[in-house]
């Protein structure tokens, strides 16, 4: 699918880098290439020669065992190699792979490489709509608009969680990202979760009523960075329209909010009487719904949150639980050990999936993560209370 997700792109449209926290579509199809030839490729095949001996150095993105790298705040000027180049590239390493999919010692280092290419196919779809905004033209990648289909406003329902001692986390077959283990117990006190995510149109009474004017409904960080960055609305507003994949397109009031930070959920919950979950509440809630529903990502199309009333899909859900390790958590070894383990400061744990999220890749136990600040992503919020 990544190739089909860059199928509208320009090579000039591919190049170009928005801000530091995103990359450019043709380097996240570049350094999931570079993920394929390096641990599984080079260190697995024998024989294999690498495509070229200097690509590493500019598609390794974080693995300090890998050697150096290409700044990442330098990554929209990698005007060569061209978007053909990358993806003549990526064909080989493909057909390359062949004999190595059969081998049953590698399936959970090829398990890795296939969520870490979903991971990036939503942040291409997320960089990308962040680097076209900047365009005063306010372009579109897809010329047609999804047809959102007809749903009623959230009926402002809850469910009710008993609480108790809880298990957490990944275990038994299945893939799973290692920050999702090991498998541990939590003792909830008993909430509810509200059954729908807050909509646009909440969020335009909560923004009527001054809610970016009041400094007694934010943390202090929140305050300080409302006040320095101006913020009077969530990413992607301007008066009753949205920017979108398909450029500006006008808002629609019943879909859930999205490109909202940390900061803004926390403060909306404040002034909702309300809270945000944690993880755990949240992963409870969720043990035995299915991660397969909701408006997640299934083609090469225009991502739009919907509002379906499903607890997966339609944009990532912060939460109030600060991204740290599980008990008894160990790294991996080598260099695919510096996956997750190594960002466990500063930022907030996210659940549930997005509608740029490909369908599968998410799961109950799925630990997003994204630093309080951060809002280009699909995220937004689903509402708790104790019970």
Not at 64 to 78: I, K
Not at 104 to 115: H, M, T, W
Not at 162 to 186: K, L, M, S
Request: with cysteine; hydrophobic share 35%; glycine share 10%.
């Amino acid at each position: 699918m990544s190739e089909a997700l860059a199928a509208p792109l320009s090579d000039a449209d591919a190049t170009i880098q928005s801000m530091d926290d995103a990359s450019p579509t043709k380097w996240h199809l570049a350094h999931t290439t570079w993920f394929w030839e390096t641990f599984l490729l080079r260190d697995h095949l024998t024989g294999y020669r690498l495509w070229r001996e200097d690509w590493p150095y500019l598609f390794n993105s974080y693995y300090e065992a890998e050697g150096e790298r290409h700044a990442r705040s330098r990554r929209g000027m990698l005007a060569r190699p061209s978007l053909a180049d990358i993806l003549t590239w990526r064909e080989h390493v493909t057909q390359a792979m062949a004999p190595l999919f059969g081998r049953e010692e590698l399936g959970d280092l090829i398990e890795l490489g296939i969520a870490h290419e979903q991971q990036h196919q939503e942040l291409l779809l997320t960089d990308i709509k962040h680097a076209l905004f900047q365009n005063p033209l306010g372009p579109s990648m897809w010329t047609e608009h999804p047809e959102i289909p007809h749903r009623s406003a959230g009926k402002g329902n809850w469910s009710e969680h008993p609480g108790g001692i809880t298990p957490i986390g990944h275990r038994g077959p299945g893939f799973a990202f290692d920050n999702e283990c090991p498998r541990h117990r939590v003792l909830l006190e008993p909430f509810a979760l509200a059954d729908d995510l807050v909509t646009n149109g909440e969020w335009r009474a909560f923004i009527d009523d001054g809610g970016y004017r009041a400094p007694s409904l934010w943390l202090s960080d929140g305050w300080a960075w409302v006040q320095r960055e101006g913020i009077a609305g969530p990413l992607y507003w301007r008066g009753d329209e949205a920017f979108t994949h398909c450029g500006w397109q006008k808002r629609d009031e019943q879909a859930p909010v999205t490109h909202i930070s940390y900061y803004e959920a926390d403060a909306f919950a404040c002034w909702a009487g309300a809270r945000l979950p944690t993880e755990f509440e949240w992963e409870a809630a969720a043990a035995t719904r299915d991660a397969l529903a909701g408006n997640q990502l299934d083609r090469a199309g225009p991502p739009l949150p919907q509002g379906t009333g499903e607890l997966f899909g339609d944009c990532w859900q912060f939460t109030r639980s600060a991204y740290l390790p599980y008990p008894r958590f160990r790294a991996a070894e080598g260099a695919v050990g510096e996956y997750n383990g190594k960002f466990m400061s500063g930022q907030f744990v996210l659940k549930g999936a997005s509608c740029a999220t490909p369908r599968g890749h998410s799961r109950s136990t799925y630990r997003n993560f994204f630093y309080p600040h951060h809002r280009w992503q699909f995220t937004g919020l689903r509402l708790a209370k104790d019970a």
